[in-house]
Structure formats: structure tokens, C-alpha cells
């Protein structure tokens, strides 16, 4: 592995985020030996810690490796905390003293990443700070990373955009949607390059309907303020799913570039049918959590920091269509719950009876498996792919293909170092999915919902099958 120089920036770094996620990424890239001398990470929040403490948290933080303690001591003494608030210049101009004493110690290459790992008001403040205060470097590349949410609606997305935008331009900005750091995720476009047949067969001739299932079993836990806020369709149907749908729905790229990848995405999601009012009543379907049937779990209006009235769905169905040439007249249909009977994250593929023209057997499903196993199973009609033994569908020709995947924020955090935008979210693409999403939403806000609707530990509201049955089908994932 080549060995990548830069300072990074974490602003949070006291925080869930970097604990969870970050810091344990940056350690694999450690071992990996992509991270090894000429790197620096600096942490800011508002506790006033010092160096030592703070390398002590990020040492706690890789209590899953299975590693000598000498190489995490190492490691982290590439960390360096700086107590900040958001609000104080003062703060910034130290920050930028700090970075630029650790480039010179390390020789990072006037690089930086600036890691948004704090709640999305602050980082208008923050973007705005960081070029008044002139901490862009020159000489070197400034890279800013942002996860979720990119607002809650169009309007409040845009105005977040604008603020960014101002200091970082479109190839400065590295929006993170972590499912498109998962392998699986990541292998589709390859899959469908090496099976021109399954190739062929992705369209509205063949596909009779195309299912994303994000499903998990746990209930809002300890996040129920956040909740409130957001639900399920913002949540997970504007970013995750529709992310997933572009990877299997996007037009062949001409390559694999960052380029050619979002060009065709961004028209896919352009051509996404918005919804009209009439439309959302039949078209899409809410649910929220109530008790399970033994009166044991908590129903989400009961949850800690929800309201008891609460209308805000924890489960999400829908009917999706595009208006592409590839995909008119094929629904895609969609669902996201919590406390689902188990953690599923899938992608099933059903095609038609005309695909026999095509060597395929006719109905055959298609199913890729991401969590809870990254990447791990590929089903034909419910058999394992490699079991399975179909011409169409060759890849990988070996399971410990996926054994040794990178977890989805070391990947990620790689393609960032590497300034490669093709697996991270561009403002187009949320454009689109955004005015698709506050069509459903604006719908919904002027309705009483009659919830809560599906029992904990079940499929979710009825009607999301009814959703199906009315075209004939079904959803292929079914407790
Ligand atoms: P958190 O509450 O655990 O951490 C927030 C951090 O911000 C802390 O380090 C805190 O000290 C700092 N902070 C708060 N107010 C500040 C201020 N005025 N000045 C300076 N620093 C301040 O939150 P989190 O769960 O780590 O989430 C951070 C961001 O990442 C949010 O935007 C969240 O939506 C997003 N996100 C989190 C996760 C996750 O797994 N936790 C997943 C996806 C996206």
C-alpha cells in the first residue's frame, strides 16, 4: 500500500462518530501501512482535554482489534486535541497554528482533511470560519467530509449546500453515505460488467420489479430526539436506498471513473416520477411501531425523547418508477423499517418469464445479501449463487472474495486520501432524490396517519403488501 500524507481535522472528535467509526477506520489504514509517518489527526470539541487524554480515548476506541498495545501507543501519538467551539475565531486561528506545526513535524504535504464528525447546524459556522480564518492550505489538497443528514427537505439541502459551497467547491466536498462504502454495494458495477447477460437483462423488458429492503430489529434506542426530526422516508428511503437503487438502476458507465459513474446516475435520478398528491395515498405507505405481541417492547410513542402523540413513521413502503428508457414501466419497491423480525439489508431482482429468451430461467430471482453480512451471499431463487451454478451470473468465482473487504469507512476514507469522489453522494443526485422525497412527505404532513400500525417484531403495516398484490407480486423477503 502507498503511503498517504495529511493532516486531518476532526471537528467532534470527543464524539460517537469518531469513537465508532473513525478512528478505528484510521487504525486499519495504520496497519495497512497507508497511514504511517507523515500523518497527523487533530480532534476538536468543546471539552478542554489534553493530548494525553485524548489519545487514551482513541486507544479505547480500538478495544475490538486484537493487536499489541505498542502499535496503538504509536499510532496514537499521531493524535493532538484542540479544545474549540464552533462559534470562537480565536479557536480557528489555533487550530491553524496546530496544523500547520504537525505538517511540518510530520511533512504532511500541506494536506487536509476537514472531518464534519458534528451535527449538521454547525457546519455553515464551521465552513465559514475555516475561510475567514484561512485555514485552506495552499500547495497541498483541502478535502471537507460530511455524512448524513444533508438537510430535511430540498429547501433546508440546499441552503446547507450553499453555506459549503461558498469555501469548498463541488470536488473539494466528499459526502459520505456509508452504504456506498460497503463491498457489496461496491462489486455491483463490476458484477454487472463481467455478465453481459445479467447485463442484458437489467431493464423493464426482463425485470418484472426490483426490491430494496433496509430492515433492522432494533426500535429508535437511545436516538429518539434525533427521530423525531427525521423518520424513516428522510432517514433512509432519500439517502440509503436510493443510493442502492442507483448502483443496481444507473445506466453502463462508459468506465468505472468518478465522471462516468455520476453522469449516469444523476440521470437516473433525474428521471425519478415525482409523486403526485393523489398519488402518495396509493403509492406509498407509513407504519409505526407499537408494542410486539407479548406486550414485552416498548411502542415508539413510549420511547425516551418522543412525543407521545408522535406521527413521525419508523417504517417507510413504497412504489418507486423511473421515467429512463431503460426502466419505464418497472416499479421498484422500497421499505425501511425498525424492529423488523431481523437486520436484513437486500436487493432482490425478480425478472420476468421473457428472460428465457435470453438463456435465463423464467421468474428467476436475483438477490444480493448486504447486511447483516457485508457482501458475504449472492441467491439465485434462494440459492446460494456458486450452489446455483447459472451461466449468467459469475462472480465472484469464490467466496473468500469478500472475507478480507475493507470495512465501508476505511474504504471510504481511502477514495477521500485518494481524491476519488465515485462512491460518495453529489449535490445533483441529492437534488433529485430530494424533490422526490418532500413530494411524499409534504403529502403525509397534511394527513393523520392512524398509528401505531404494525405490531414490534412483524413485517411491518399490511398495506405494504397490498402495495405488491395489486401488480401481482410479492416481496421476496418474507418473514
Ligand atoms: P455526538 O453527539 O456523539 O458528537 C458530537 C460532537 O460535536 C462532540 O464531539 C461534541 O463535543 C461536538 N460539539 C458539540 N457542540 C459543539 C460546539 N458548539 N463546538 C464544538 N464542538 C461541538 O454526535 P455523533 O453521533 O458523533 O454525530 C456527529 C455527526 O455525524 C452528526 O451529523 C450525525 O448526524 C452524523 N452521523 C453519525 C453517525 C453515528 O454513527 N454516530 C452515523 C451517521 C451520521
Given at each position: 500500500?502507498?503511503?498517504?500524507?495529511?493532516?486531518?481535522?476532526?471537528?467532534?472528535?470527543?464524539?460517537?462518530?469518531?469513537?465508532?467509526?473513525?478512528?478505528?477506520?484510521?487504525?486499519?489504514?495504520?496497519?495497512?501501512?497507508?497511514?504511517?509517518?507523515?500523518?497527523?489527526?487533530?480532534?476538536?470539541?468543546?471539552?478542554?482535554?489534553?493530548?494525553?487524554?485524548?489519545?487514551?480515548?482513541?486507544?479505547?476506541?480500538?478495544?475490538?482489534?486484537?493487536?499489541?498495545?505498542?502499535?496503538?501507543?504509536?499510532?496514537?501519538?499521531?493524535?493532538?486535541?484542540?479544545?474549540?467551539?464552533?462559534?470562537?475565531?480565536?479557536?480557528?486561528?489555533?487550530?491553524?497554528?496546530?496544523?500547520?506545526?504537525?505538517?511540518?513535524?510530520?511533512?504532511?504535504?500541506?494536506?487536509?482533511?476537514?472531518?464534519?464528525?458534528?451535527?449538521?447546524?454547525?457546519?455553515?459556522?464551521?465552513?465559514?470560519?475555516?475561510?475567514?480564518?484561512?485555514?485552506?492550505?495552499?500547495?497541498?489538497?483541502?478535502?471537507?467530509?460530511?455524512?448524513?443528514?444533508?438537510?430535511?427537505?430540498?429547501?433546508?439541502?440546499?441552503?446547507?449546500?450553499?453555506?459549503?459551497?461558498?469555501?469548498?467547491?463541488?470536488?473539494?466536498?466528499?459526502?459520505?453515505?456509508h452504504y456506498l462504502g460497503k463491498k457489496m454495494i461496491q462489486e455491483i458495477s463490476n458484477i454487472r460488467?463481467?455478465?453481459?447477460?445479467?447485463?442484458?437483462?437489467?431493464?423493464?423488458?426482463?425485470?418484472?420489479?426490483?426490491?430494496v429492503?433496509l430492515?433492522?430489529?432494533?426500535?429508535?434506542?437511545?436516538?429518539?430526539?434525533?427521530?423525531?426530526?427525521?423518520?424513516?422516508?428522510?432517514?433512509?428511503?432519500?439517502?440509503h436506498?436510493?443510493q442502492i437503487?442507483?448502483s443496481i438502476?444507473?445506466?453502463?458507465?462508459?468506465?468505472?471513473?468518478?465522471?462516468?459513474?455520476?453522469?449516469?446516475?444523476?440521470?437516473?435520478?433525474?428521471?425519478?416520477?415525482?409523486?403526485?398528491?393523489?398519488?402518495?395515498?396509493?403509492?406509498?405507505?407509513?407504519?409505526?411501531?407499537?408494542?410486539?405481541?407479548?406486550?414485552?417492547?416498548?411502542?415508539?410513542?413510549?420511547?425516551?425523547?418522543?412525543?407521545?402523540?408522535?406521527?413521525?413513521?419508523?417504517?417507510?413502503?413504497?412504489?418507486?418508477?423511473?421515467?429512463?428508457?431503460?426502466?419505464?414501466?418497472?416499479?421498484?419497491?422500497?421499505?425501511?423499517?425498525?424492529?423488523?423480525?431481523?437486520?436484513s439489508s437486500r436487493i432482490?431482482?425478480?425478472?420476468?418469464?421473457?428472460?428465457?429468451?435470453?438463456?435465463?430461467?423464467?421468474?428467476?430471482?436475483v438477490s444480493f445479501l448486504i447486511e447483516p453480512e457485508d457482501g458475504h451471499s449472492i441467491l439465485?431463487?434462494?440459492?446460494?449463487y456458486?450452489?446455483?451454478?447459472?451461466?449468467?451470473?459469475?462472480f465472484p468465482?469464490?467466496k473468500?472474495y469478500f472475507d478480507?473487504a475493507r470495512e465501508a469507512?476505511?474504504s471510504?476514507?481511502?477514495?477521500?486520501?485518494?481524491?476519488?469522489?465515485?462512491h460518495?453522494?453529489?449535490?445533483?443526485?441529492?437534488?433529485?432524490?430530494?424533490?422526490?422525497?418532500?413530494?411524499?412527505?409534504?403529502?403525509?404532513?397534511?394527513?393523520?396517519?392512524?398509528?401505531?400500525?404494525?405490531?414490534?417484531?412483524?413485517?411491518?403495516?399490511?398495506?405494504?403488501?397490498?402495495?405488491?398484490?395489486?401488480?401481482?407480486?410479492?416481496?421476496?423477503?418474507?418473514?
Amino acid at each position: 500500500a502507498t503511503e498517504k500524507s495529511a493532516v486531518f481535522i476532526i471537528f467532534g472528535g470527543s464524539g460517537d462518530l469518531a469513537h465508532r467509526k473513525l478512528y478505528p477506520a484510521l487504525y486499519r489504514l495504520y496497519q495497512a501501512g497507508m497511514l504511517k509517518d507523515h500523518f497527523a489527526v487533530i480532534g476538536t470539541a468543546r471539552r478542554p482535554w489534553s493530548d494525553e487524554y485524548f489519545r487514551e480515548t482513541v486507544i479505547t476506541s480500538l478495544e475490538d482489534f486484537d493487536d499489541d498495545k505498542e502499535k496503538m501507543t504509536a499510532f496514537a501519538q499521531h493524535f493532538f486535541y484542540q479544545s474549540h467551539n464552533v462559534n470562537d475565531s480565536e479557536h480557528y486561528i489555533a487550530l491553524k497554528e496546530l496544523a500547520a506545526k504537525l505538517d511540518d513535524k510530520f511533512d504532511a504535504g500541506h494536506n487536509r482533511v476537514y472531518y464534519m464528525a458534528i451535527a449538521p447546524r454547525f457546519f455553515g459556522t464551521v465552513a465559514e470560519h475555516i475561510k475567514s480564518e484561512g485555514l485552506k492550505t495552499d500547495g497541498g489538497y483541502n478535502r471537507l467530509v460530511i455524512e448524513k443528514p444533508f438537510g430535511r427537505d430540498l429547501a433546508s439541502a440546499t441552503e446547507l449546500n450553499d453555506s459549503l459551497s461558498r469555501v469548498f467547491p463541488e470536488d473539494e466536498v466528499y459526502r459520505i453515505d456509508h452504504y456506498l462504502g460497503k463491498k457489496m454495494i461496491q462489486e455491483i458495477s463490476n458484477i454487472r460488467m463481467k455478465n453481459p447477460t445479467f447485463e442484458e437483462a437489467l431493464n423493464s423488458k426482463y425485470v418484472s420489479n426490483i426490491q430494496v429492503t433496509l430492515g433492522e430489529s432494533l426500535g429508535v434506542e437511545d436516538r429518539g430526539g434525533y427521530y423525531e426530526t427525521s423518520g424513516a422516508l428522510r432517514d433512509m428511503v432519500q439517502n440509503h436506498i436510493m443510493q442502492i437503487i442507483g448502483s443496481i438502476a444507473m445506466d453502463k458507465p462508459e468506465e468505472l471513473s468518478a465522471e462516468a459513474v455520476h453522469k449516469v446516475k444523476t440521470d437516473l435520478f433525474a428521471s425519478l416520477k415525482v409523486l403526485q398528491p393523489e398519488e402518495v395515498k396509493t403509492e406509498f405507505v407509513r407504519g409505526q411501531y407499537d408494542t410486539d405481541n407479548l406486550g414485552d417492547q416498548k411502542a415508539y410513542r413510549d420511547e425516551d425523547n418522543v412525543d407521545e402523540n408522535s406521527n413521525i413513521e419508523t417504517y417507510v413502503a413504497g412504489r418507486i418508477e423511473f421515467s429512463d428508457d431503460r426502466w419505464n414501466g418497472t416499479p421498484f419497491y422500497v421499505r425501511s423499517g425498525k424492529r423488523m423480525p431481523a437486520k436484513s439489508s437486500r436487493i432482490d431482482i425478480v425478472f420476468n418469464d421473457k428472460v428465457k429468451d435470453l438463456g435465463i430461467k423464467p421468474n428467476t430471482t436475483v438477490s444480493f445479501l448486504i447486511e447483516p453480512e457485508d457482501g458475504h451471499s449472492i441467491l439465485i431463487n434462494g440459492i446460494d449463487y456458486l450452489e446455483a451454478n447459472q451461466d449468467f451470473l459469475k462472480f465472484p468465482e469464490d467466496k473468500t472474495y469478500f472475507d478480507n473487504a475493507r470495512e465501508a469507512y476505511e474504504s471510504l476514507i481511502i477514495d477521500i486520501l485518494a481524491g476519488d469522489h465515485v462512491h460518495f453522494t453529489l449535490w445533483d443526485e441529492l437534488q433529485s432524490t430530494w424533490k422526490y422525497i418532500d413530494a411524499v412527505r409534504e403529502q403525509w404532513d397534511v394527513e393523520e396517519p392512524d398509528f401505531p400500525n404494525y405490531l414490534s417484531g412483524t413485517m411491518g403495516p399490511e398495506a405494504a403488501d397490498t402495495l405488491l398484490e395489486r401488480d401481482g407480486n410479492s416481496w421476496v423477503w418474507d418473514d
